[in-house]
């Protein structure tokens, strides 16, 4: 994402997809979800693990 989480961490793991899209911070384990659009503006980059 754009912007790091509150945490400091800035890795996200995405749960699920679909018209809302579910993400986990990987620093503290948060979860939260974002329409499919805010989620594509927010977007950096995408790192495969």
Do not use: Q, V, Y
Not at 25 to 40: A, E, Q, T, Y
């Amino acid at each position: 994402m754009k912007k790091a989480h509150p945490c400091g961490h800035n890795e996200w793991e995405i749960t699920r997809l679909g018209a809302d899209i579910k993400i986990k911070c990987l620093g503290c384990g948060r979860s939260i979800m974002l329409p499919r659009i805010d989620f594509n503006k927010k977007l950096k980059k995408i790192i495969k693990l």
